[in-house]
């Protein structure tokens, strides 16, 4: 049992990665956009990791799925709620993790977890683009200039500048209007992830913030984004490596532990969160 080899697929609106793991090491990652035929994106990459580590289907045991598309997997053998395979996941990785704060292209969440990698509240930033890397993509569109030099640029502002869009449209339209008043870009970088941050912290002001506080997620990946959630929240901000396979590395534990869906219990929503 404990040479077993399992997979952990996580399939996201945007993104989707696969883990595949035996006993307690990593076989072989990959990571590919999850596209319109979701199903058929998923079968390919599998395939393609399972060639890259020179393994057949056969050879996998148990594959766990999660994410938002989880359910187009036809060959797992079993799905796990998203907050539960980023709270395994984050455990696994850095046991210390209080708060974990997911911030993907299509959601933002924050859970808070348990010293033994349970979802012990968790709520979802789901009603608006504003706190998700889809909004960041947008904003590095409006100043036409990639998503990882805005990362980086944001860095380099002189000048606070409040930015009240809550949305992407009124985003972009507010971006517009700074470009024009010649407002410097890095500081309009800056006014971007602000926001984001800003949503993203009373999202996880709902579970509490509670040390030590990792990030995952794609976004986890942006610096700029980084400080400013640490300013925000005036805390200390973790990010373990490969921050964008988390979910994927969670369902492979739930797949390597041997539970499947209905022995991952979420606890039941507080006040005000929206899930």
């Known amino acids: 049992r404990s040479l077993m080899i399992v997979a952990g697929i996580d399939v996201g609106g945007k993104n989707l990665h696969i883990v595949i793991k035996k006993a307690g090491q990593i076989l072989g990652k990959i990571a590919g956009p999850t596209g319109i035929k979701k199903a058929e994106a998923v079968e390919q990459l599998y395939d393609e990791v399972l060639k890259k580590v020179g393994l057949t289907r056969k050879d996998v045991e148990r594959v766990v799925v999660t994410g938002s598309a989880a359910k187009r997997v036809a060959f797992a053998n079993g799905s796990i709620p998203d907050v539960a395979a980023d709270a395994l996941g984050v455990n696994k990785l850095i046991p210390t993790a209080r708060t974990v704060i997911d911030v993907g292209a299509e959601e933002g969440r924050a859970i808070k977890v348990s010293p033994d990698g349970r979802v012990l509240d968790f709520a979802i930033n789901e009603k608006c683009a504003a706190g998700t890397g889809?909004?960041?993509?947008?904003?590095?569109?409006?100043?036409?200039?990639?998503?990882?030099?805005?990362?980086?640029?944001?860095?380099?502002?002189?000048?606070?500048?409040?930015?009240?869009?809550?949305?992407?449209?009124?985003?972009?339209?507010?971006?517009?209007?700074?470009?024009?008043?010649?407002?410097?870009?890095?500081?309009?970088?800056?006014?971007?992830?602000?926001?984001?941050?800003?949503?993203?912290?009373?999202?996880?002001?709902?579970?509490?913030?509670?040390?030590?506080?990792?990030?995952?997620?794609?976004?986890?990946?942006?610096?700029?984004?980084?400080?400013?959630?640490?300013?925000?929240?005036?805390?200390?901000?973790?990010?373990?490596?490969?921050?964008?396979?988390?979910?994927?590395?969670?369902?492979?534990?739930?797949?390597?532990?041997?539970?499947?869906?209905?022995?991952?219990?979420?606890?039941?929503?507080?006040?005000?969160?929206?899930?």
């Open 134 to 275: 889809t909004f960041v993509e947008a904003m590095s569109r409006a100043l036409e200039i990639p998503v990882e030099e805005l990362a980086q640029i944001a860095l380099k502002s002189t000048q606070p500048i409040p930015m009240n869009a809550q949305c992407a449209v009124f985003g972009e339209s507010e971006v517009v209007s700074l470009i024009h008043q010649q407002t410097p870009k890095p500081d309009i970088a800056r006014a971007v992830m602000n926001a984001i941050a800003g949503r993203i912290a009373s999202v996880a002001r709902i579970v509490g913030l509670e040390k030590d506080v990792v990030i995952v997620g794609g976004m986890a990946k942006n610096a700029g984004f980084i400080d400013s959630l640490k300013k925000n929240i005036e805390m200390d901000v973790r990010v373990p490596e490969d921050p964008d396979y988390i979910g994927a590395l969670g369902a492979a534990e739930v797949a390597l532990a041997g539970l499947i869906t209905e022995e991952v219990k979420l606890p039941a929503l507080k006040g005000g969160a929206s899930r």
